[in-house]
T-cell receptor
Framework: QKEVEQDPGPLSVPEGAIVSLNCTYSNSAFQYFMWYRQYSRKGPELLMYTYSSGNKEDGRFTAQVDKSSKYISLFIRDSQPSDSATYLCAMSPQSGGSYIPTFGRGTSLIVHP | DTGVSQDPRHKITKRGQNVTFRCDPISEHNRLYWYRQTLGQGPEFLTYFQNEAQLEKSRLLSDRFSAERPKGSFSTLEIQRTEQGDSAMYLC???????????FGPGTRLTVL
């Protein structure tokens, strides 16, 4: 079993839909939780970052962390075709300041007009 | 452009040849990471530098792989005696203090024939 599990999709939704992306993890030491967006043949781009449990909102994006369930989510409201990309969850313990994240395999999202 | 840059963007080589990739981080970032990403998978950690010191290496980094960051600025990743299994996207990322300021470069796509 991998430390971080993420459904690869693809997830296909109509424009304007609310998208829910999820990851589960097994390592209780993870403290930092991140969501990256990766367009085809590009490097990942950090979207959201949270420390420990709770919710964080940034525009159309909301990140949730439930450490008791070892489950994190990213919600995208009013999804747009430009949101079509692969979404990677990543998480790391606090280890000497290196914060080396473990990534999920990514979920491919397709938002069709 | 003040982002992370990588060179070359694409490299095609024959099995058994040596290849070297370069990463130029964001100038004030003291932490530099190398990752490998294969199709349909998330990035896998290879190695981490803080300034010029290589502080962590993954088990994935076999003896054929070596990385340097001689003056704490740019970094190189060399793969000796390339194998077809080395075909992947090699990503570099840099950061200053926390996971929230980690930026990825566009990657170098390696194809080993």
């Amino acid at each position: 079993q991998k430390e971080v599990e993420q459904d690869p999709g693809p997830l296909s939704v109509p424009e304007g839909a609310i998208v829910s992306l999820n990851c589960t993890y097994s390592n209780s030491a993870f403290q930092y939780f991140m969501w990256y967006r990766q367009y085809s043949r590009k490097g990942p781009e950090l979207l959201m970052y949270t420390y420990s449990s709770g919710n964080k909102e940034d525009g159309r994006f909301t990140a949730q962390v439930d450490k008791s369930s070892k489950y994190i989510s990213l919600f995208i409201r009013d999804s747009q075709p430009s949101d079509s990309a692969t979404y990677l969850c990543a998480m790391s313990p606090q280890s000497g300041g290196s914060y080396i994240p473990t990534f999920g395999r990514g979920t491919s999202l397709i938002v069709h007009p | 452009d003040t982002g992370v840059s990588q060179d070359p963007r694409h490299k095609i080589t024959k099995r058994g040849q040596n290849v070297t990739f370069r990463c130029d981080p964001i100038s004030e970032h003291n932490r530099l990471y190398w990752y490998r990403q294969t199709l349909g998978q998330g990035p896998e950690f290879l190695t981490y530098f803080q300034n010029e010191a290589q502080l962590e290496k993954s088990r994935l980094l076999s003896d054929r792989f070596s990385a340097e960051r001689p003056k704490g600025s740019f970094s190189t990743l060399e793969i000796q005696r390339t194998e077809q299994g080395d075909s992947a996207m090699y990503l570099c990322a840099s950061s200053l203090l926390s996971p929230s300021d980690r930026f990825f470069g566009p990657g170098t796509r390696l194809t080993v024939l």
